[in-house]
């Protein structure tokens, strides 16, 4: 299964133009899948300096991040770290080098935090990353003015419209503006201090909610919200609500570990005292038949479903912090933000928008306002988490 995994990295159709534009040292050792000393070859021509043919292999990382080689992501970071050096050394390079390792890192982070490749995203990666594209603001400024001339030019031009299935222009802006966001940790970034709208993404190993058509993801959001003033203020009031589900699950966790270990220990105590029973009462306990013993065991099996249905007993919903990530846009906030924000609300119908599951996450407040979202994931209340699944199509 591995060696399927790997076979299938460098068979992008989307490299094929850039395949064409590599050295001829490269081209081959790409085309013969030689992937390790591909990197090796790129980190000596980045370490000598050489921006123009660094800029032709930027598109080839994020694709090796596909990877399941460990060697390989290694070597991936060294080169990102080449290439920080190779712009900060040379003030007389343009902006462009910069923008363009930003966007490959960023499509490399994505790529590697699927469930099964997460493994690769390391404190190192993360921190590189961070370098890259933290303080890049205004390159994430959607004009949504220019946009719509644009747009409605290349419809004009065109004898039949095409919205590609969006139903309306600027969705389908804001949503192709979406592609070029850059990706960043919930916990341990900074957040922009402008107007916008912002996307919360979950990438956990399991599902929030079980058996919903609900999955980590780093295209669909969990949340997408916006603020006319200030996004900073709002995301750090999530991280905050965040971080108690965070804790909550944790301190759960720990909690069950140790009724375990009571149950195991209160389990030993009565083999103990069955084993001081009398002769007497050992023959008495030996006269119930073999029907009645079934009949307790299915009773005990129903009165153990029915306490984990009552406290709202739910797997897999444990999450850490490098579980969460964020994207943003910032926006005129006058005229365009709220309108992108319930567009793009409409499109992705996020599980914690949801005027159907109404989990209402964007009025949490900590616990000040007891909403249904803080009953769900905080005081796990048996009766909000029974309706919530229950709107979730799942059985409680």
Known sequence: MEAFKNYLVGKSCNLKEEIEKLPGELRKLWIDREFKSFLEKFQDISTRRKKVISTKVLPFLPELGRSFDNEVHKRILVCYKDLSKLWKDQEHLSGEL???VASSSNKYLVNILCQERKIFCTNDVMEQHLKFVSGLWEEQT???????RREFQTQS?????????HKYVLQQIALNFMGKLYIYPLFGSEFPKHPGVYFIYDVGKTQLYEGSPVFPSTRHPVYVGMSTKNIAKRLEGHRKNIKDLIEKASGDEQTEAA???????????????????????????????DGEQRDDEQTKEKQTEEEKTEKGTQTGVKREETDFFF???????????????????????PVWNSETVKLSFGNASGGKTRNTWYKYHILEDPGTMADVLGRLKISP
């Open 259 to 289: 009724e375990q270990s009571d149950g195991k220990q209160t389990e030993g105590e009565e083999q103990s005292e069955e084993k001081e029973q009398s002769d007497e009462e050992q023959t008495e306990g030996e006269e119930q038949s």
């Open 327 to 349: 994207r943003f846009m910032i926006v005129d906030p006058g005229h365009y933000a709220c309108s992108i924000e319930s567009m793009l609300i409409e499109y992705f119908c």
């Open 142 to 148: 959607l004009k949504v003015e220019e946009e719509l």
């Open 98 to 100: 910069p923008r363009m």
């Open 157 to 165: 031009d065109s004898s039949v419209p095409d919205f590609f299935g």
